[in-house]
């Protein structure tokens, strides 16, 4: 199965690469992963249900795995509240990743999520300066498990959802959030990257390997530029436009 449509393959993999480490450098400096962007990208391709999951969460891991350790060397990451998010989020990950989806389900399902996310990130997000972690509302354990389930379903990480409820809950400092965000991605994206393999055998593409390569790279610096100032407004407005417009494109496709 080829990922691309037509005879330009080798053009086409360098410019989706360089797109996807755009993604990883920015997203990960915030210790997202940048799912909903591959998804949005990888959605215009002829890539399998199965595959499309996967190739999304393994870029996913990769991004946030260095992520993770970055922000673990820094000392941002409170583990025990991200450990209590994830006791919720897994088992519903895992569950979801075994489901079959037909392809009409899957990218309905997509798109629905691709809205959301979009959504989720029209929140405001206060920068909380507190270096105090706050305890985790009670309405945050319910969120995790559902956020888990559609991880699992979509390969989106589930950063791009917990982060403004954390932010809004004044949880703690917006490197705590990253941390939180980072650690809560990898560890979903790995569940359903494990149940992936054990319930559809291994559905990866080598032809998105560079796609892999680009996100390394580009996590790795922006793991490193965590602190630096982008200009996230410009990022964000963009960000929420693509990925309206790769979910109304999707749902044109398949209602």
């Known amino acids: 199965m080829q990922i691309w449509h037509n ?31 591959y998804l949005a990208i990888l959605a215009q391709s002829s890539l399998s249900v199965e595959a499309l999951r996967m190739a999304a969460l393994s870029c996913n891991a990769v991004v946030t795995a260095n992520g993770t350790w970055q922000f673990h060397k820094a000392n941002w990451i409170v583990w025990r509240g991200v450990l209590a998010l994830l ?48 305890p985790l509302r009670w309405w945050m354990y319910p969120l995790s498990f559902v956020i888990g389930g559609v991880s699992g379903i979509t390969g989106i990480g589930g950063g791009i959802y917990l982060a403004p409820f954390l932010y809004l809950s004044k949880w703690g400092s917006p ?20 149940m992936q393999v054990r319930v559809n055998g291994w559905q990866f593409e080598w032809s998105v390997a560079p796609l892999l390569v680009a996100v390394f790279i580009g996590g790795l610096l922006g793991s490193a530029w965590g602190s630096a100032r982008f200009t996230h407004r410009i990022v964000r407005w963009m960000t929420i436009v693509i990925i309206i417009f790769a979910a109304l494109r999707t749902l044109w496709r398949y209602l």
């Open 7 to 37: 005879s330009k393959i080798n053009t086409l993999i360098y410019i989706y690469a360089f797109l996807f480490f755009l993604v990883a450098l920015i997203y990960s400096a915030a210790g997202f992963g940048g799912g909903s962007m």
């Open 175 to 194: 490197k705590q959030i990253a941390g939180a965000s980072s650690v809560f991605i990898l560890v979903n994206s790995l569940a359903g990257l494990v």
């Open 87 to 134: 006791v919720c989020s897994v088992p519903p990950c895992l569950f979801t990743s075994s489901l079959h989806l037909s392809e009409k389900t899957y990218f309905i399902s997509l798109a629905i999520a691709l809205l959301v996310a979009a959504g989720a990130m029209l929140l405001r997000q206060p920068r909380n300066e507190q270096l105090t972690v706050q």
